[in-house]
């Protein structure tokens, strides 16, 4: 967990709170239709909950943060492009947010989305 401490006491930032902000960054993203779970017990809950949260794994080393993001992209689009796109945009909002380093944001592109052409 992010810590850090003030002349007014401590501030801790949940790995949760990081991922609600890399998934509304996400959702600004050209070419992202969606995330992916990270795994089958993952896409359990996913049918469960709601959390915005899936799909993305969060990392405190010391003061930096790790981002490892599974999306979801549309059929067509150059999936490289996006995933740059992504990791500007996440890292951007991240460290705008929390002041804190983005150290590594990881993309895993876990499948691709055709859009209903009618």
């Known amino acids: 967990m992010g810590e850090e401490t003030t002349s007014l006491g401590e501030i801790h930032i949940s790995p949760n709170a990081v991922a609600t902000i890399a998934y509304h960054a996400i959702l600004e993203s050209y070419g992202v239709v969606g995330l992916a779970p990270k795994n089958i017990a993952e896409g359990i809950v996913q049918t469960i909950t709601r959390e915005p949260a899936r799909g993305i794994s969060v990392r405190?080393?010391?003061?930096?943060?790790?981002?490892?993001?599974?999306?979801?992209?549309?059929?067509?689009?150059?999936?490289?492009?996006?995933?740059?796109?992504?990791?500007?945009?996440?890292?951007?909002?991240v460290e705008k947010a929390l002041g804190l380093r983005v150290n590594a944001v990881n993309v895993h592109v876990a499948g691709l989305r055709v859009s209903n052409t009618d």
């Open 60 to 93: 405190f080393n010391g003061e930096d943060i790790d981002i490892d993001l599974h999306v979801v992209v549309e059929y067509g689009t150059r999936i490289n492009a996006v995933a740059e796109s992504v990791v500007n945009t996440v890292r951007f909002h």
